[in-house]
């Protein structure tokens, strides 16, 4: 059975800045021994963080790759949508909503989530690994 990552916004940063640790994850998903999913809420994080250092025709460009890539962009629906605010009910000092959505969409598809953000790991019921900044 192949592992199933979902990815923070943060992870595709890393993987473009070149950073070895967020590439050996892509690397899996290309290989196809691995199947990595990112939620549109996630997806619109990294293009907007990238676009305020790199200029939106940049973001855009990444954000073409991350659509044709192995990586499944999930779309919000009623499910994902309720477990992201039952979440940030629970967690709201400590998590986003983009956060909320992240683990909504890894219990949902049984993922381990691959982010750079510590505070996740203290949430209940997900595999976490954290890549350093």
Do not use: Q
Request: charged fraction near 30%; proline fraction near 1%; hydrophobic fraction near 45%.
């Amino acid at each position: 059975m192949k592992r199933k990552y979902v990815l923070d916004a943060g992870v595709l940063a890393l993987y473009f800045a070149g950073r070895e640790e967020a590439k050996k994850y892509i690397d899996e998903v290309y290989s196809g021994r691995a199947e990595a999913y990112i939620c549109e809420v996630n997806l619109a994080e990294f293009i907007y963080n990238y676009a305020r250092v790199f200029e939106w025709e940049a973001a855009v460009s990444r954000h073409s790759l991350i659509r044709n890539s192995p990586i499944k962009v999930v779309g919000l629906d009623e499910e994902l949508t309720v477990e992201a605010a039952r979440l940030k009910l629970r967690y709201y000092k400590m998590l986003s909503l983009a956060d909320c959505y992240l683990v909504a969409l890894a219990r949902k598809k049984k993922a381990y989530i691959i982010t750079t953000d510590e505070d996740i790991k203290n949430v209940e019921g997900v595999y976490v690994v954290v890549l350093g900044l």
